[in-house]
């Protein structure tokens, strides 16, 4: 089992910024990748970025410019700093991973628990 927790939401004003954090924890697993969703009220569940392990950082045409996935791997913990913010970005931030556990080439993904994010104007 891996456990992902956010930190970092909260309530800023449009033009702002926020760092979001996500810090992976458990026994003997590996991250292939990290990404964030969002959700806002209404609305489905959307990716806004992703970090595959080795691979290259995409980001949805919204946050491009504007938002950056980096990835701590000595501390198993991924960050969202997200600048220039606008009420549209104002959501609920999902971290997601897919792992795997020692020499298993089995791949499980995880959801931390979401963190909101609100942008007033």
């Known amino acids: 089992q891996v456990q992902l927790v956010e930190s970092g939401g909260g309530l800023v004003q449009a033009g702002g910024s926020l760092n979001l954090s996500c810090a992976a924890s458990?026994?003997?697993?590996?991250?292939?990748?990290v990404a964030w969703y969002r959700q806002a009220p209404g609305k489905q569940r959307e990716l806004v970025a992703t970090s595959p392990t080795g691979g290259t950082t995409n980001y949805a045409d919204f946050v491009k410019g504007r938002f950056t996935i980096s990835r701590d791997n000595t501390k198993n913990t991924v960050y969202l700093q997200m600048n220039s913010l606008e009420p549209e970005d104002t959501a609920v931030y999902y971290c997601?991973?897919?792992?795997?556990?020692?020499?298993?080439?089995?791949?499980?993904?995880?959801w931390g628990q979401g963190t909101q994010v609100t942008v007033s104007s």
């Open positions: 997601y991973a897919l792992v795997t556990f020692g020499a298993s080439r089995n791949v499980f993904q995880y």
């Open positions: 458990g026994s003997r697993f590996s991250i292939s990748a």
